[in-house]
């Protein structure tokens, strides 16, 4: 975020001074993106990977900064509950074999902290939501103790009527009321950083918009919480509800968490913009830098409240700016849970981009013939069903829109993201191996949600909801560490 928050009391003048600031930063950013040297230098990959830890009985444990004090490693940091971990990957040039070498360190990393966690009798376990959380787990009590998130959470209580509510449809609906900011805890992401130039932003990212419900449907994760049966990715969701109450609006202005409010048309300024302009400052912190100042004197500014306010709204595609390397833009895409096995993960990053890049000559015609609103509606749709999504896509030889099976659609757009691939330097070896993994989800039509429904249907046949649950987990931890994706997992409960 670039600033530290040490305390989560502000007064009115704050609130005024940040927002002096804020439009300030919003203003040279402007003057920093008409710099065309502004941004340039090679692309790069970057992620961070939230994990739970978890007890022998695959139950969430409190020992996020026991961990952290024993590890010792700056790119650990502590996440909102105490029960999850987030490891902040190198960046890595796209240049021959990225997505590897990224794997590479998630496994270095997964194998250094199970080794620490297990002098504390504990586990790693990347997932999207723990199949094994009581509502009992998520509480005032089970926050991190540090002053970010007391902050966070005050600030979020204080914008509307509280408690929060929890409503998810599914087969299984859960309705409840929370009472602060730690169910939001309860998701665990894989979020990808992808550094673009100022002048390919807009297509990019207009580009990763339109493509996300289709590798969000494959890559979905997260079926279950509380033991309810909900959405294929129910992180979506669940963090809309846990960090605002929707009912205090006056206006329909979207939430704080939401897929966008249309197709970017000239770059990213104008999504630096609407953020200051639609989400009221929360933590008003302001840093000794003047980001005028700074930009005069040849610096790179440091723009600290318009990176700590981008850090307080949660799209879930987003704008990052960087002022390392002499400043650059990145878009992090944040969608994708954590899990089921490393080289999935980085598989549905590389599917991603891959698109993404390959539809670059196609995707001004493309969000033509897509209005923003079914792209919306595409997404919500690829995380409440998964595979089973049928999604709604432009048919532009036809001049019309169709609804596709999400499979077919993302099996038709293989040769696509193979291309993207190449053209952005991906060794050949990489790329068989990226797809290959992509290929054959889609043809056995798998991913870890349809997985872990499938192996939980079967044990509550035989045990209690609640052991049912503990043993779902139990198998998930040996398959992540015993398999390269969820393909190769036994599909029937060891006996």
């Not at 440091?302 to 650059?328: F, K």
């Amino acid at each position: 975020m670039g600033l530290s928050i040490s305390h989560d009391h502000f007064t009115a003048n704050d609130y005024l001074l940040f927002t002096e600031r804020l439009h300030a930063n919003l203003s040279t950013l402007q003057k920093l993106l008409q710099n065309p040297d502004f941004g340039q230098g090679p692309g790069s990959i970057g992620a961070e990977l939230e994990m739970y830890i978890v007890d022998d009985e695959c139950r969430p444990t409190h020992l996020n900064q026991r961990i952290a004090n024993l590890i010792n490693d700056p790119q650990l940091t502590l996440e909102l509950n105490q029960f999850n971990l987030e490891y902040n990957l190198s960046p890595v040039q796209i240049t021959h074999q990225p997505f590897r070498h990224i794997a590479k360190e998630i496994n270095c990393v997964v194998k250094r902290l199970n080794l620490c966690s297990q002098t504390l009798n504990a586990r790693i376990l990347p997932i999207g939501i723990l199949p094994t959380l009581e509502k009992k787990d998520i509480s005032a009590e089970a926050m991190t103790d540090i002053p970010r998130y007391h902050a966070l959470s005050k600030a979020l209580r204080s914008i509307g009527d509280m408690p929060f509510q929890i409503n998810i449809d599914g087969s299984h609906p859960l309705q409840m009321l929370s009472p602060d900011i730690t169910m939001e805890g309860a998701n665990t992401s894989f979020q990808i950083h992808y550094r673009v130039s100022p002048e390919h932003f807009a297509r990019r990212f207009n580009a990763i918009q339109l493509v996300t419900p289709i590798v969000l449907a494959l890559g979905a994760n997260s079926p279950t919480l509380f033991g309810h049966a909900l959405w294929q990715e129910t992180r979506i969701a669940l963090f809309k509800h846990s960090v605002e109450n929707r009912n205090h609006h006056k206006w329909h202005h979207p939430a704080r968490v939401n897929f966008g409010t249309g197709w970017v048309r000239e770059g990213a300024f104008e999504l630096f913009a609407e953020a200051v302009y639609l989400y009221a400052p929360i933590l008003p912190i302001t840093s000794h830098h003047n980001s005028q100042e700074q930009l005069n004197q040849g610096i790179t500014p440091a723009l600290d409240e318009l990176r700590l306010h981008q850090s307080s709204v949660w799209p879930w595609n987003r704008p990052v700016y960087d002022p390392a390397a002499n400043g650059h833009l990145r878009i992090e895409m944040r969608a994708l849970p954590a899990g089921p096995t490393i080289d999935d993960m980085v598989a549905n990053a590389a599917f991603l981009i891959g698109i993404a890049e390959g539809l670059n000559d196609t995707i001004e015609q493309l969000i033509i013939g897509l209005p923003f609103n079914y792209a919306k509606y595409n997404f919500y749709e690829a995380a409440k069903q998964g595979l089973d999504a049928a999604l709604i896509w432009p048919d532009t030889k036809n001049h019309q829109l169709k609804e596709i099976s999400v499979v077919n659609l993302a099996t038709e757009l293989l040769p696509i993201a193979e291309k993207g691939l190449y053209q952005i330097g991906i060794a050949e070896d990489e790329v068989r191996w990226l797809l290959g993994n992509i290929e054959q989800r889609l043809e056995q039509k798998i991913n870890g949600a349809s997985w872990q429904l499938k192996m939980l249907n079967q044990l509550k046949r035989k045990y209690h909801t609640t052991d049912a649950l503990k043993y779902l987990t139990e198998h998930y931890i040996q398959n992540f560490n015993n398999y390269a994706s969820i393909v190769e997992w036994p599909e029937q409960p060891c006996q």
